[in-house]
């Protein structure tokens, strides 16, 4: 029940807060409807059910039904001195009151990201959910000279969807610089002026599973009817689309409907147009008929400002000299710098100790060594033959025998964890095999490392050589 939680989670929060706050909680009993989680610390709890709560209820009710619970056992090192745990039960939502108690589950969330995908619904009579978060907005978008142009055309656009020349009007940037913040913003701004139209919300990757799933069942043209009543289409990382030609095809159907209609596209990106690779060039001129706009790496006084906005919403203080030195050590990555805040946070609060500029540097040291340091599929198929004193032309045969399967799966492994490389690209790197084999190749290696001993220390002394 737990693990399928988490799968939940993950796919609902930020890589690095789902490490901060979900990977140290440990399930510990569950009877009938109520799940009881250990987790380390009061903070610790506290902060999950400040800032995570909703999520816990969405994700617990979809595993064990409307009347779910949930226990938190807080672990605690006694203060005496003895360092066997003992622990303190508190039910959920409901601090200082003992005892395990139901939790309020009126699971009608605000964060549209945790309903469950849509389905695409029949024509008559459709209410379209606009999948926007309202936790990405303008408000806390903070300005600077790295987003003054993209975020002042996204709010033209806000005032007048369909109305300017910024149409479409294409984000482009690298990862963490806040393209889906901004497109949810100009979404959150528009059903806020003009609560009528209809705003649609998608990442390219799901427009272009609908599209597939429709072609499948025959609905292909309920799905170009579906989007073609949208006021404002905002598509999230179209890059996803280069090589798709179907959904390509699709998509400039839907674009030319809409755009002669007057209604508005917002599309983002990792590239600028013209570097974008495997789009169709119709779709590319489209593309460049409104604006582009450019997020850039924020400049030393919007980190310091993003951080320190950061720390005040979660009503958490940091000594001025800490902020500075992320700020001048984080320089590519909003988000990154927002991890690296996060982390400081909980280990301050594990430790119960202010942050000091040591723990700051480690800390940073991690973030930054994680991002500059990429390392390829050839170069873990290397690590993991020489581990296993075998060569990579072996690791990559066809053989069964179980520790050369077992070296093979472990690299398929780490390429999933270390790479940004799909499933796809690791198997046919990885001996030529298909995507279903690496993700169950990822499974058996996450079950071995539960089971069986010799096994951990495998994936131990690995990822000390990866990393
Ligand atoms: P991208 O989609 O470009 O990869 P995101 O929109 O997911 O990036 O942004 C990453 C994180 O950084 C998010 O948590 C977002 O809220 C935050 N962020 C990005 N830009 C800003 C900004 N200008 N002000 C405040 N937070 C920002
Ligand atoms: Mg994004």
Redesign the pocket.
């Known amino acids: 029940v737990w693990n399928n939680c988490l799968a939940f989670i993950k796919d609902n929060i930020?890589p690095q807060a789902f490490k901060t706050w979900f990977e140290p909680i440990k399930p510990v009993k569950l009877s009938e409807n109520a799940l009881s989680i250990q987790v380390p610390s009061k903070f610790f709890y506290e902060w999950l059910e400040e800032h995570y709560v909703k999520l816990l209820k969405v994700a617990l009710t979809k595993e064990l039904g409307e009347t779910a619970k949930l226990v938190y056992i807080i672990r605690m090192e006694n203060t005496y001195g003895n360092r066997e745990p003992f622990t303190e039960k508190i039910p959920s939502a409901n601090r200082g009151n003992m005892g395990p108690q139901e939790m309020d589950v009126p699971i009608k969330s605000k964060n549209p990201e945790l309903r469950n995908p849509f389905v695409i619904p029949g024509i008559r009579n459709i209410k379209i959910e606009s999948q926007l978060n309202p936790?990405?907005n303008f408000d806390?978008?903070?300005?600077?000279d790295?987003?003054r142009l993209a975020?002042s055309a996204g709010m033209a656009v806000a005032n007048k969807p369909g109305g300017t020349s910024f149409n479409p009007l294409l984000v482009f940037?690298?990862?963490?610089?806040?393209?889906?913040?901004?497109?949810?913003a100009i979404g959150v701004e528009i059903k806020d002026k003009y609560p009528d139209r209809t705003v649609l919300y998608i990442s390219a990757e799901k427009f272009t599973q609908q599209y597939i799933e429709s072609v499948k069942k025959n609905t292909r043209n309920d799905f170009i009817h579906f989007y073609q009543l949208i006021d404002v289409l905002i598509i999230?990382?179209v890059q996803f689309l280069s090589g798709k030609s179907g959904t390509q095809d699709v998509f400039f159907h839907i674009f030319n409907h809409l755009h002669q209609n007057g209604k508005q596209v917002i599309l983002?990106s990792?590239k600028a147009p013209v570097d974008m690779q495997d789009i169709e060039q119709r779709l590319l001129s489209r593309f460049k008929w409104g604006l582009s706009a450019e997020?850039q790496s924020?400049d030393y006084e919007?980190r310091i400002?993003?951080l320190k906005?950061?720390l005040y919403r979660d009503g958490v203080e940091m000594p001025e000299d800490i902020i500075d030195y992320v700020a001048k050590h984080i320089k590519t990555?909003?988000?990154e710098?927002?991890g690296a805040i996060i982390s400081l946070i909980a280990q301050s609060s594990f430790n119960k100790k202010e942050v000091t500029l040591e723990l700051a540097q480690q800390v940073v040291e991690k973030f930054v060594k994680n991002t500059k340091r990429e390392v390829s599929i050839d170069y873990i198929q290397k690590v993991v033959s020489d581990y296993f004193e075998m060569d990579v032309a072996t690791l990559q045969s066809k053989t069964r025998k179980r520790h050369i399967v077992q070296a093979r799966q472990l690299a398929m492994f780490f390429a999933k964890k270390f790479t940004k490389a799909s499933l796809a690209s690791i198997g046919s790197q990885i001996g030529k095999r298909d995507h279903a084999t690496v993700l169950h190749a990822c499974k058996t290696v996450d079950n071995l490392a539960e089971t069986d001993k010799q096994f951990r220390k495998y994936i131990e002394d690995l990822t000390k050589k990866l990393s």
């Open positions: 930020q936790n990405y806390n978008f903070l300005e600077g790295s987003n975020r940037g690298g990862v963490g610089l806040g393209k889906t913040h901004l497109a949810h999230d990382d983002t990792d997020l924020p919007t400002s993003i906005n950061k990555n909003i988000r710098l927002e």
